[in-house]
């Protein structure tokens, strides 16, 4: 009988023990997790800290710290991206965000960056495809695909996307924009101005032009025509070259200018609201097309919009 005491004694203190030590277990468990979940909080806070005054290398440090500890962090995933986009590592930008898209292949934000770093590489076909998934979650994303197809030159199917908005009542000022961009560019031109003789230097340019169709020598021969005050040849000019150069907003801008000093300002404020997005680190020249684009507003009476522009341009102007 004693014996029998004994042994179930025993049993209950191996039980007691069992449970405490399974307790010690449990509670060192919580303790990790707690410090894991800290530790990963304060990098990836960190990490956006960094990306917020532009220390993008310092901010991607701090991601890899998050990743030692959740490498399948979708937030993490997606920051690790957007701090690449921002150095052009467009390689590990898609990688990352391809790896996102893995676990959450309609997340409409994880896509719209992926078309972001598409058209950064201008790869407007691959930013087409994913714009047309973005379409099928949220229609009213239709605007951005029309913007990528006339990117793309592929302005059959932008004219054909705005007719369809158009008739869905979907139609934003920017769409009216393309619209208007569109129809100028299938219009024909009115009579231009011819190079005044004796310029040397601006029939030597367009003859180099002619020979070997060059952004460079279209470039100069614009400058020239715009310091002789030539708007009309300014216009006709940059419209032909836009044909061949589409991603140069240069060539809008100067599209956009003869087109203000010709008095079409409605004109004017499509073209450059267009060129304007392909405008990328240059604070300069997207301070120009603010300019001009202010100055469409004020011709046509919209005061505020002219204010707009114009404080845009001057913030601009402060960065240089």
């Known amino acids: 009988m004693q014996r029998c005491m004994k042994i179930r004694n025993l049993h209950w203190v191996i039980a007691v023990g069992m449970l405490f030590i399974s307790g010690i277990s449990i509670a060192q468990n919580i303790n990790t997790e707690e410090e894991n979940s800290l530790k990963f909080q304060?990098?990836?806070?960190?990490?956006?800290?960094?990306?917020?005054?532009?220390?993008?290398?310092?901010?991607?440090?701090?991601?890899?710290?998050?990743?030692?500890?959740?490498?399948v962090n979708v937030p993490v995933l997606f920051e690790f991206s957007k701090n690449h986009l921002e150095l052009n590592n467009y390689f590990e930008a898609e990688l990352f965000i391809d790896k996102a898209l893995e676990f959450e292949a309609e997340?409409?934000?994880?896509?719209h960056h992926k078309v972001?770093?598409?058209?950064?590489?201008?790869?407007?076909?691959?930013?087409?495809?994913?714009?047309?998934?973005?379409l099928k979650l949220?229609?009213?994303e239709s605007e951005?695909?029309?913007?990528?197809?006339?990117?793309?030159k592929n302005f059959a199917e932008a004219e054909a996307l705005i007719a369809k908005i158009e008739e869905n009542a979907m139609a934003t000022l920017r769409i009216k924009s393309f619209k208007n961009f569109l129809e100028n560019r299938n219009a024909v031109p009115g009579k231009t101005v011819e190079i005044i003789t004796g310029n040397s230097d601006i029939e030597t340019l367009k003859k180099s032009y002619?020979?070997?169709k060059d952004f460079k020598s279209v470039k100069e021969i614009l400058?020239?025509?715009?310091?002789?005050?030539?708007f009309e040849q300014v216009y006709a000019d940059s419209k032909e070259a836009l044909e061949l150069f589409p991603e140069q907003p240069f060539l809008y801008k100067m599209n956009g200018l003869a087109l203000n000093k010709l008095g079409k300002y409605n004109e004017a404020i499509a073209v450059l609201s267009i060129g304007i997005d392909f405008v990328i680190d240059n604070s300069a020249m997207e301070a120009d097309f603010h300019e001009q684009i202010s100055l469409s507003h004020e011709k046509l009476g919209n005061k505020s919009e002219a204010l707009k522009y114009k404080q845009r341009a001057i913030a601009l102007r402060k960065l240089n």
């Open 42 to 71: 304060t990098h990836f806070f960190e990490a956006l800290k960094q990306k917020a005054i532009k220390n993008y290398g310092k901010a991607i440090e701090s991601l890899e710290l998050c990743n030692e500890i959740d490498s």
């Open 107 to 111: 997340n409409r934000y994880l896509l």
């Open 116 to 134: 972001a770093i598409l058209k950064a590489q201008r790869n407007f076909n691959k930013a087409i495809e994913v714009q047309k998934k973005i």
């Open 138 to 140: 949220e229609p009213k």
């Open 144 to 152: 951005e695909l029309v913007f990528l197809y006339i990117q793309n």
């Open 210 to 212: 002619a020979e070997n």
């Open 223 to 230: 400058e020239n025509e715009a310091a002789g005050e030539l």
